[in-house]
């Protein structure tokens, strides 16, 4: 199948880059948003969400007038939707967006369109959602226009470079609605294109992103464990990944973002008769902020009056997305227990913090306080000087969450060091 214009719907951390990828490779790109502000903002090359090297991608894009940004959809050969799907309240999965998508898709589906959905989806999503509303238009989908499930499977931070080089699964409703997805993709994706069914499609991007739940799971219950009996976790997970069929990641404040902190509920929703392991790793996750503060608790002889350095507010590591934040549950724990917050986010001074203080510098988050938390692994965090730290601030305690400091520099530096999943870290 050959295209020329598509139609883009939802420009967040995927709509976005995708429109903008296809409008460099040549084709003519709508991309919809729903919100005024966000396609005005656009319009005039003001991006709202931050992912190296898109605003010169996006800029590029739209001064080659390959790209243009509307609240409108419009006629197309194929249309992608890739608006976010929330949770809600009781765990369980928001498709307004999905369906609203689809229906503005409906005036303007022609014979031998081609329909992807690319938001992260509960299983059977296609055949039973999307399909039924594109079908209203008289038009019968996998008979008169194809349809495709092709999830995005991108590492924020590196968003740019995974949407091309990463294996691409396509899932049609029948194999020629896979092979039009695999047409399309083709145009730019340099990784294996692989087709499937639509609900296999589905089903690979949330087991993905569970298993990698589970795993982190077991390496916060290891965390526990290690303090229980008196060992280093990071270096018992260390030792055990040098198996050659063992591959555990990291313990940590718990397990933030918008994909596998909510993923993995996709299935326990679906199927809660027979996700018991996966609920059990929700759950585990969910409790690791407590588990932390629980810890700190001990440390400091109680929390009540006492004030925090919460060093790192983002879901990981060098990104300045705080979306479902472990650190954020943390410092609401902290304040919940009576201490006072002074947060710093590199990434993020500005972030409007709804309990405790933010501060605007490193500086001002270390005076005049009683411990030193450490939530992310950022690269300016990590590479912070004990010995220069010792000079700015009067805390003589820290908590490193994400194995980023050196105990023994620290120590060395006069600092009593406490590590999660470590009984003794000096
Ligand atoms: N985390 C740990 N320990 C680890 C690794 C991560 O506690 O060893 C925590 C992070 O700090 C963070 C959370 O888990 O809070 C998730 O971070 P992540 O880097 O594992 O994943 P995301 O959410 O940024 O992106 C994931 C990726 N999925 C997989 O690696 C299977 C990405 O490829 C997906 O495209 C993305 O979800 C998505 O959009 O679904």
Not at 62 to 67: A, Y
Not at 223 to 247: C, K, M
Not at 312 to 323: C, H, I, S, T
Request: glycine content about 8%; overall charge negative.
């Amino acid at each position: 199948m050959k295209f020329q214009k598509i139609c883009v719907l939802g420009l967040g951390y995927i709509g976005l880059p995708t429109a903008s990828t296809f409008a460099t490779s040549g084709l003519k790109v709508i991309g919809v948003d729903v919100n005024a502000s966000i396609v005005k903002g656009l319009q005039n090359g003001q991006l709202h969400i931050y992912e190296p090297g898109l605003r010169t991608l996006v800029q590029a894009a739209v001064k080659s007038k390959r790209l243009e940004i509307s609240e409108q959809a419009q006629e197309a050969d194929a249309f992608i939707i890739a608006v976010p799907t929330p949770f809600y309240g009781e765990k369980k999965a928001d498709l307004k967006y999905v369906i609203s998508a689809a229906e503005a898709i409906l005036p303007h589906l022609r014979k031998g369109n081609l329909v992807v959905l690319e938001s992260t989806s509960p299983p059977r999503t296609t055949l039973d959602i999307l399909v039924p509303i594109l079908e209203k238009s008289g038009l019968k989908a996998g008979v008169d226009f194809y349809v495709a499930y092709s999830p995005e499977r991108v590492l924020p931070g590196q968003i740019l470079r995974e949407l091309i080089e990463n294996a691409r699964v396509i899932g049609g409703i029948t194999p020629a609605s896979a092979q039009a997805g695999h047409d399309l993709y083709k145009i730019f994706v340099k990784g294996e294109i692989i087709t499937t069914t639509a609900t296999t499609a589905e089903m690979v991007k949330l087991m993905e992103n569970t298993y990698r739940d589970v795993n982190i799971a077991i390496a916060n219950e290891f965390s526990r464990l290690a303090e229980r009996f008196g060992v280093d976790v990071w270096e018992a997970i260390q030792i055990a990944n040098l198996h050659p069929r063992v591959n555990i990641l990291n313990p940590g404040p718990g397990v933030g973002g918008h994909c596998i902190s909510v993923d993995p509920w996709f299935f326990v929703e679906a199927a809660p008769d027979l996700t018991p392991l996966i609920h059990t790793a929700r759950q585990v996750n969910d409790s690791q902020p407590q588990f932390v503060v629980s810890k700190l608790e001990t440390i400091l002889n109680g929390l009540s009056g006492k004030t925090i350095s919460v060093l790192g507010l983002a879901y990981k590591p060098d990104v300045d997305d705080l979306r479902e934040s472990p650190a954020i549950e943390i410092v609401h724990l902290l304040a919940a227990k009576g201490a006072q917050v002074k947060a710093y986010e590199p990434f993020k001074p500005d972030f409007p913090l709804s309990v405790g203080h933010m501060a605007k510098s490193l500086d001002e988050a270390l005076a005049e306080t009683d411990a030193l938390l450490l939530l992310v692994g950022h690269q300016p965090l990590k590479t912070l000087d004990p010995q220069a730290i010792k000079t700015k601030t009067n805390a003589r305690i820290m908590l490193d969450t994400v194995n980023g400091w050196d105990c023994e520099a620290w120590a060395a530096a006069g600092f009593e060091t406490h590590q999660l999943g470590v009984s003794r870290c000096d």
